[in-house]
């Protein structure tokens, strides 16, 4: 397969449960966010001037929460979000994506979406099918993506791959000095037969390497922008967001 990324529009027939992001979804993801990473049951994991990787156990769930906290250069909170958003740039900056889809718009600021990636052998190619939202915020002064796995009729499990677990995903970007202040936190389980031992330990090794192709892209992406034309839109300040 090579790399694509597909849009949808707006359903207006509803075919499953999946409800829009609320008010309560949003507070839960930023008092997330928010947790002291300098306190137990934190450690850290990673640590440089620039980017901090911390780890904690869910007793709830037997893959940790990883946070990492990076600043990515000559790039503005603004542009980050925006590349961030612009599907069509994905492509171009993560070689692992094989296939990449927005299955069903929910609202303007909601998609249920597909993406699937290469991994290397001997494990088999992942897929995941998510609920994303995004938005804009004036009050905390921030511009915020999140997901969570979802089940969708129209995404069935593809027998080519093993389909993983997005737990919580997200990020929160803000102006920083010297570019852009990123908090990235991620649950993730790949599933398949990968111990979950090794699955928190690949991801806070792993957690690095997807700041520097954030910064890889970052540094390309206005250039990108400039040579596609298009242009460097943002959604106005997000209500459910504040």
């Not at 111990?195 to 250039?223: D, Q």
């Amino acid at each position: 397969k090579t790399r694509e990324y597909t849009t949808a529009t707006m359903s207006e027939e509803k075919k499953h449960d999946i409800q829009p992001v609320t008010k309560e979804d949003w507070a839960k993801f930023r008092e997330l966010v928010n947790e002291d990473v300098n306190s137990k049951p934190y450690y850290t994991a990673h640590e440089t001037d620039d980017l901090k990787v911390y780890t904690r156990p869910d007793p709830l769930c037997p893959i940790s929460l990883v946070h990492l906290w990076a600043v990515i250069p000559g790039i503005d909170a603004k542009t980050l979000f925006h590349m961030l958003n612009n599907h069509q740039y994905r492509k171009v900056w993560d070689e692992n994506m094989l296939e990449g889809k927005v299955v069903e718009m929910l609202t303007d600021v909601d998609e249920v979406g597909y993406y699937a990636a290469t991994a290397p052998s001997p494990i088999s190619n992942r897929d995941f099918v998510t609920h994303r939202t995004w938005g804009v915020s004036d009050r905390f002064n921030d511009y915020v993506i999140f997901n969570h796995s979802a089940v969708h009729p129209d995404m069935p499990v593809d027998p080519n791959f093993v389909r993983g677990h997005s737990y919580q995903t997200g990020y929160v970007m803000r102006d920083h000095a010297d570019g852009c202040q990123l908090d990235y936190v991620t649950q993730s389980d790949p599933k398949g037969w990968i111990p979950k031992w090794l699955t928190n330990s690949m991801s806070s090794r792993f957690a690095p390497k997807i700041v520097g192709k954030m910064r890889a892209a970052a540094a390309k992406y206005e250039e990108w922008l400039a040579e596609s034309g298009i242009k460097l839109e943002i959604p106005p300040n997000t209500e459910l967001a504040n």
